[in-house]
């Protein structure tokens, strides 16, 4: 069977959905299980970095060259270093807001940038299950 790769779980109750661009906190409360949803929609670059650290930087440090090609490069847009932290700085802010813990993107000095992948899993689909069709980075 053919698989796709949908996104991913981050903790209990965050999801980062690939198609659509967005992360969201799916969460029950109380007795009565009510129901708290929160989203945060990414444009493409701070998507692909985001996506591009959560398949790349679980096991290995990717240093800033890395990034720069494959998320600057690759897509015929202009990289630089400011650009870089800019959109890595913006991202962290935008997913801490959502309740994604703290130290899930990690930048490490003179190094890189890795992702504490402890709780984040990978969730999949088969290809005939779902109508719509997208390419991952």
Request: glycine share 6%; charged share 25%; proline share 3%.
């Amino acid at each position: 069977m053919n698989y796709r790769l949908y996104g991913f779980k981050i903790g209990k109750d965050i999801h980062f959905d690939i198609h659509n661009k967005c992360i969201y906190r799916l969460t029950t409360l109380g007795k009565d299980n009510n129901f708290v949803f929160s989203t945060i929609q990414f444009n493409d670059t701070m998507m692909n970095l985001f996506l591009y650290l959560l398949l790349h930087g679980r096991d290995r440090v990717i240093s800033k060259d890395e990034l720069l090609k494959k998320i600057w490069e690759e897509k015929n847009l202009t990289p630089s270093s400011q650009r870089l932290w800019q959109v890595y700085t913006s991202l962290n802010k935008r997913i801490k807001e959502l309740g994604v813990p703290e130290q899930l993107l990690q930048h490490i000095k003179r190094s890189g940038y890795t992702v504490n992948g402890d709780d984040v899993i990978p969730i999949y689909y088969k290809i005939n299950d779902v109508p719509y069709h997208y390419e991952v980075i």
